[in-house]
């Protein structure tokens, strides 16, 4: 059995974009080419791959078992074509979705350390919302996808789960709630959560476990200064409150989160990944700490300096 490497490409292609006209244009190619080199793997393979429902077309069960290898071999080949061609030093852009919590509180060690180890690699940020980096990197606009959700699993995505991110509930000292010993769902209902605006995977879930009023302020300093203000009580992963609560302006709230978010970095599912992204992707595993970073008490609330509480490890999963 002989099967051609491009016929593979054009195989992945097809099976992608669920269409011989799509696929042709995206390749280049005549269309009477792709449907040539479909025949003539599924000749090789002795198997049919695209089932045709008239204007229509879906993977047979071969296809759907040949799919994940054709996206490993493919993904082998452009990995060795890359170590041996390439240039000594690693070079190039890397557009990468993210959101300004993630910015702020868990990429800084990550940018610094990649950005003096790898000085040709440029890095451009893309701030969005999730939705819109997950259907950015389906489309192949963005190169990688950094989202802090409930779901680890995502369709076309490959993911890597870098970390559990603990939710808090934070509030001045003199807001009535910061004297409780236990913060509950009916405690939260009458009470302004100051949160980022919608869509916000942590505000949607809250919303739907408390329903209650939400003030949409932005930003995380924007809402961490209204609930100093006394505006309300702010939601927000723990790692973002500590410099806050280290200062005295906010304590945080006795209250348990009845759901758990992750910090991922994701991918397009197939997606040949260059030196340049494996090298960024390996650094975000190595640097973004693998569990929940302890968050400090008020003495005067707690009589401790810090919660010890840590949560288990993350499993994860790269593509291969």
Request: aromatic share 4%.
């Amino acid at each position: 059995m002989h099967v051609e490497l491009r016929h593979l490409m054009t195989f992945q292609k097809v099976a992608n974009v669920m269409s011989f006209t799509r696929a042709a244009a995206e390749l280049n190619y005549a269309q009477s080419s792709v449907t040539s080199q479909i025949k003539a793997l599924e000749t090789s393979l002795q198997a049919q791959l695209f089932d045709r429902l008239g204007g229509r077309i879906r993977l047979t069960d071969a296809g759907e078992r040949l799919l994940p290898y054709a996206d490993r071999m493919l993904a082998l080949a452009d990995e060795a074509r890359a170590d041996v061609a390439a240039p000594h030093d690693p070079r190039g852009t890397l557009i990468i979705g993210t959101t300004r919590t993630i910015t702020s509180h868990r990429l800084p060690p990550l940018l610094e350390t990649f950005r003096h180890r790898y000085p040709r690699i440029h890095l451009s940020l893309r701030p969005s919302p999730y939705a819109d980096t997950r259907r950015a990197l389906r489309q192949d606009l963005f190169d990688l996808g950094f989202l802090m959700e409930e779901e680890t699993e995502h369709p076309g995505l490959e993911t890597l789960v870098l970390t559990p991110e603990r939710l808090v509930l934070a509030a001045a000292p003199t807001h009535p709630l910061a004297s409780s010993h236990r913060v509950t769902t009916a405690d939260l209902r009458p009470v302004p959560i100051l949160t980022t605006e919608a869509p916000c995977a942590a505000r949607d879930l809250l919303a739907t476990e408390v329903g209650g009023t939400f003030l949409d302020l932005g930003t995380t300093e924007a809402i961490k200064r209204g609930a100093t203000a006394g505006l309300g009580v702010c939601l927000l992963p723990a790692t973002a409150v500590t410099d806050a609560v280290h200062t005295g302006d906010l304590v945080l709230l006795p209250w348990e989160a009845p759901f758990t978010l992750h910090t991922q970095l994701a991918w397009r599912q197939g997606k040949r990944l260059s030196r340049e992204l494996r090298l960024f992707i390996e650094e975000a595993k190595r640097l973004i700490p693998k569990e929940e970073e302890e968050t400090p008490h008020t003495a005067r609330r707690y009589g401790t300096s810090a919660l010890a509480k840590r949560c288990p490890e993350t499993r994860t999963r790269v593509a291969q």
